[in-house]
């Protein structure tokens, strides 16, 4: 089993911004790749960005490209999502995840953490 614990979640003004970490614990030795999701109220969890265990690969959504940057420190066990440029749409519940990344580079997610708000006011 592996645990994820997020933090750094909160509220922000528009074009401001956040770092979110999200902690591992447990089956750490696994060489899973990470990543982030969010669910924003009324819709589906969506895909935000991934990176892979080498860190050499990271795949982001088209809507935060460009803003978001996705890391990783494995010495920690901890991966993190910084977030700049914040915009309203971006308000959602954010989860860390961990999984693979297929051979169609979609990211497939065997473990989730509880989720940290992050709230954007225009």
């Known amino acids: 089993q592996l645990q994820l614990v997020e933090s750094g979640g909160g509220l922000v003004q528009a074009g401001g911004s956040l770092r979110l970490s999200c902690a591992a614990s447990g089956r750490t030795r696994s060489t899973y790749a990470m990543g982030w999701l969010r669910q924003a109220p009324g819709k589906e969890r969506e895909f935000v960005a991934a990176?892979?265990?080498?860190?050499?690969?990271?795949y982001y959504a088209d809507s935060v490209k460009g803003r978001f940057t996705i890391s990783r420190d494995n010495a920690k066990n901890t991966v993190y999502l910084q977030m700049n440029s914040l915009k309203p749409e971006d308000t959602a519940v954010y989860y860390c995840?961990?999984?693979?990344?297929?051979?169609?580079?979609?990211?497939?997610?065997?473990?989730w953490g509880q989720g940290t708000q992050v709230t954007v006011s225009s």
């Open positions: 995840a961990a999984g693979r990344i297929t051979a169609t580079l979609a990211f497939g997610v065997d473990y």
């Open positions: 990176i892979r265990w080498s860190g050499t690969n990271t």
